[in-house]
C-alpha cells in the first residue's frame, strides 16, 4: 500500500448494504476509526423466534475504536447499541437530543448507564485527523443528519447520507442544509458521496413533502364517520404532529393506543418536538368516558404485527375497541415487503365488519422518508462528487442506483458488507468479501443464537422432530410435530410397541440397529427425514447400578 492510501479513507460496511437494515459503516483514517449508526435488521419468516438480527460485532475485536456517531433514531440504525455498548463499553456516543432520548430508553430498560453526548448541527467534533460535522437533511423522524467526515491530513472527504428526503416545504423541521454540505466539500482534493437507495427504483422520482398530508387528514376527519382509527409508523412525529393538529382542527380528540406510539410521543413531549399545545389534543385511553364517540385512535403496528393495537381491534379482539360500521380505518403507511399478506388479511378482517378503509391509493395520506430519483439528481448536484458509493439498499437496488450515477456521468461503484473500500486521490480500491463475518441472530432476552440452531430450529418447524431414548434394557420414542401412533396398512409404526414386536431384548447393539432400522423406515413412511435425536442413559445406569 503506497503512502497515499494509508492516509486517506478506508470504509467498511458491516451491515445495511445488500440489504435495508442494520446500518452499521467503520470509517478508518490513518490513525483513527469512527462507527456510524448501529441498527438492527427486522427477521424474515424463515428466522423462527427470532427477535432481530445485527452486524457480526466480533469484527471489530482488533479495531480502537474512538467514537460510535448515530445518525438518526430508527431501529435500523439505533436497535444494535445495546450490544455494542456491552461489547465495546468505553467507546462514547454521539447522537442529537431526541435520538440520544431514545437510545436512552434502552439503556434505563437494559440497566445500562451510559452517557450518550449530544450534537447538533452546529458541532464539529474532532477525533485525531477526522473531523465530523452533522448536516440537516430531512426524514420521517426528527433530527436526522447526513455525517461529513473530513481527513484533515489528506484533505479528503466523505458525506455519508443514508436516510434522507429533501421537504423544502416541511412547517416542522428546516430543510436540507446544501448550504453547509457545500461549504464542506469545497476546497477539498477529493470527495465522495454515499447516498440512501431506498426508493431508486420507485416511480416516484420526487418524494412529496411531509405538509401535502394536512389537508387530506382535516378531509378525512370533517367526514361523517363514526370514529376513525388510523395507523403509521409509531417513530414518524411529523405524521403524528400533522394528525394532531388535523383533530385539533376537527375539533377531535386523539386517543395514542399502543404501547410503540405511548412511548414515541411521550419522547417527543419530553424533547418538546410535540409541544404542550399540541399535547392538549391528545387523550390517553383511560381517560376516555365514551368509546363510541368520535374520536382519532392512533394505533400501533401499521405493519400487521402480532399482538399490536392494530392487529388487536381490526380483529374485534380489543376490549375498548371493536370496529363497527361507520368506521374508517386509515392506513397512513405502506406495506414493508414481506408484510403485504398480514396486511392483507387485516384489512379483510376489518372490511367483515363493516368498516371502511382508506390506504395511500385512495388518497395522499402517506409519503416516503427516503428520496427520489431526482431528489438524488438534486444531492449530486449541489455537492457534486468525485465518487458515488451508494448505501441503504438491497443488492439489486445498489447495483441499479451505481447506473443511474453512471448516467448522470458521474464516477460510481458498489460493495457489500464485510467488503472495504479504500479511497485515494479520486480514485479507489475494492478489498474481497470477508465471508468469515455474518450478521448473529438476536432471539429471547438479547442472546446470540448460532447459525446450527437456527437450521436445526428450521428443520424441526419444518420436519418435525422424534427423540429415542434407551434406558438399560428398555427404551421410548417421543415426538413433536408427528403424531405418535401412526398407522399404515393396519399396522402401527413409530411407537414402542411397534418396535418391540420386533425387538424383545434392547442391547446396545440392538439400540445400534434401531436407530439405523427407524431412519430406514421414517423415510419410507414419510418421504422425508424428521430430525431424529437418540439418547442413551448408558452411564447414568451404570452409576445406578
Ligand atoms: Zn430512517
Redesign the pocket.
Known amino acids: 500500500m503506497t503512502n497515499k492510501i494509508t492516509n486517506s479513507f478506508k470504509v467498511t460496511p458491516l451491515g445495511g448494504l445488500s440489504q435495508i437494515g442494520s446500518n452499521m459503516v467503520l470509517f478508518q483514517g490513518p490513525n483513527t476509526n469512527i462507527i456510524i449508526d448501529c441498527g438492527i435488521l427486522f427477521p424474515i419468516d424463515s428466522n423462527l423466534g427470532i427477535n432481530y438480527l445485527i452486524p457480526d460485532l466480533d469484527y471489530l475485536n482488533n479495531t480502537e475504536i474512538e467514537a460510535l456517531v448515530i445518525t438518526?433514531g430508527?431501529e435500523?440504525?439505533i436497535g444494535a447499541i445495546i450490544h455494542f455498548v456491552s461489547k465495546f463499553p468505553h467507546v462514547p456516543i454521539y447522537a442529537s437530543n431526541f435520538t440520544a432520548a431514545l437510545i436512552r430508553k434502552k439503556f434505563n430498560e437494559n440497566k445500562i448507564s451510559k452517557k450518550i453526548n449530544i450534537y447538533n448541527e452546529s458541532s464539529s467534533l474532532i477525533f485525531n485527523e477526522l473531523k465530523i460535522d452533522p448536516v440537516s437533511v430531512n426524514?420521517?423522524?426528527p433530527e436526522?443528519f447526513g455525517i461529513f467526515l473530513t481527513n484533515t491530513i489528506s484533505n479528503e472527504g466523505i458525506f455519508y447520507c443514508?436516510?434522507f428526503k429533501i421537504d423544502d416545504f416541511s412547517i416542522y423541521e428546516s430543510p436540507f442544509n446544501f448550504e453547509k454540505l457545500k461549504s464542506l466539500r469545497k476546497g477539498l482534493s477529493s470527495f465522495t458521496l454515499m447516498p440512501d437507495s431506498t426508493n431508486i427504483i420507485s416511480s416516484t422520482l420526487e418524494t412529496p413533502s411531509e405538509t401535502m398530508l394536512i389537508d387530506n387528514f382535516k378531509e378525512i376527519f370533517s367526514r361523517d364517520y363514526k370514529r376513525v382509527f388510523l395507523t403509521t409508523f409509531s417513530s414518524n412525529i411529523w405524521r403524528v404532529k400533522s394528525i394532531l393538529q388535523s383533530a385539533y382542527d376537527c375539533g377531535l380528540k386523539v386517543v395514542p393506543y399502543g404501547r410503540s406510539f405511548q412511548s414515541y410521543i411521550q419522547i417527543a413531549i419530553e424533547t418538546e418536538i410535540i409541544t404542550t399545545e399540541e399535547a392538549k389534543t391528545l387523550q390517553q385511553p383511560d381517560q376516555v368516558k365514551d368509546y363510541q364517540k368520535k374520536q382519532v385512535v392512533l394505533l400501533s403496528g401499521c405493519q400487521g404485527d402480532f399482538r399490536s393495537a392494530l392487529r388487536r381491534v381490526g380483529y374485534g379482539e380489543d376490549k375498548r375497541y371493536k370496529p363497527d360500521e361507520g368506521d374508517v380505518f386509515v392506513f397512513s403507511s405502506k406495506a414493508i415487503p414481506g408484510n403485504e399478506k398480514n396486511i392483507s388479511i387485516l384489512m379483510n378482517q376489518i372490511s367483515e365488519f363493516g368498516s371502511e378503509i382508506i390506504t395511500p391509493a385512495d388518497l395522499l395520506i402517506h409519503v416516503s422518508?427516503h428520496p427520489g430519483r431526482d431528489d438524488l439528481k438534486r444531492l449530486y448536484s449541489e455537492c457534486n462528487p468525485d465518487l458515488i458509493i451508494p448505501i441503504h439498499g438491497e443488492s439489486f437496488f445498489l447495483k441499479r442506483h451505481v447506473e443511474f450515477a453512471k448516467d448522470l456521468g458521474y464516477k460510481s461503484d458498489w460493495l457489500t458488507n464485510y467488503q472495504s473500500i479504500s479511497l485515494y486521490n479520486k480514485d479507489y480500491k475494492i478489498s474481497e468479501l470477508d465471508e468469515e463475518f455474518l450478521h448473529s441472530n438476536i432471539h429471547g432476552k438479547g442472546k446470540k443464537l448460532p447459525k446450527e440452531s437456527l437450521k436445526e430450529r428450521r428443520k424441526i418447524a419444518e420436519k418435525g422432530l422424534i427423540i429415542v431414548s434407551q434406558f438399560k434394557k428398555d427404551f421410548s420414542i417421543s415426538t413433536a410435530g408427528i403424531p405418535e401412533h401412526y398407522e399404515e396398512n393396519g399396522e402401527t409404526l413409530l411407537t414402542v410397541d411397534a418396535l418391540r414386536k420386533r425387538y424383545s431384548f434392547i442391547s446396545e447393539k440392538v439400540f445400534e440397529i434401531i436407530k439405523v432400522e427407524l431412519r430406514r423406515e421414517i423415510v419410507n413412511l414419510f418421504g422425508y427425514k424428521p430430525e431424529v435425536i437418540f439418547h442413551t442413559y448408558k452411564k447414568a445406569s451404570q452409576k445406578e447400578a
Open positions: 438518526h430508527h435500523d440504525h426524514h420521517s423522524i436526522t443514508s436516510d422518508g
